[in-house]
């Protein structure tokens, strides 16, 4: 069973910036798609951005040109890249994987079958 492993979250003033990192116990980045997931206070959980060898690259509108997804296969571990970071970024993120997406647009969390732990983004204005 493969195991993901957040870190990297923390707390910032608006516009800092963080960069988050997923670590995966095996090596699972090849014939997979990975993504970054956030949940809010009282939100659903949403997908912020995904990449991989089975799906495309994409990014959710509320986050796009600010933060960058990106992988090193070598070390196993999935990167997120937070900029100019706002208040309403303030969430839980967890990585996520899956080798079938199955048709599934890659930012639903339905066709995810591996979760990490998840690491808390806290944004102050």
């Known amino acids: 069973q493969v195991q993901l492993a957040e870190s990297g979250g ?16 095996a090596n699972t980045l090849h014939d997979d798609c990975l993504a970054w997931f956030r949940q809010g206070p009282g939100k659903e959980r949403e ?6 060898t ?11 040109g600010r933060f960058t997804i990106s992988q ?7 990167y997120l890249q937070m900029n100019f970071l706002k208040p309403e970024d303030t969430a839980m ?3 996520a994987g899956t080798r079938a997406l199955d048709g599934y647009w890659p930012l639903s969390p339905s066709k995810y079958t591996t979760w990490g732990q998840g690491t808390q983004v806290t944004v102050s204005s």
């Open 10 to 25: 923390g707390s910032v003033q608006s516009g800092g910036s963080l960069r988050l990192s997923c670590r995966a116990s």
């Open 47 to 52: 997908g912020v951005a995904s990449i991989g």
């Open 54 to 64: 089975i799906c495309s690259t994409a990014y959710a509108s509320a986050v796009s």
């Open 72 to 78: 090193d296969i070598a070390k196993n571990t999935l």
């Open 93 to 95: 993120y967890y990585c």
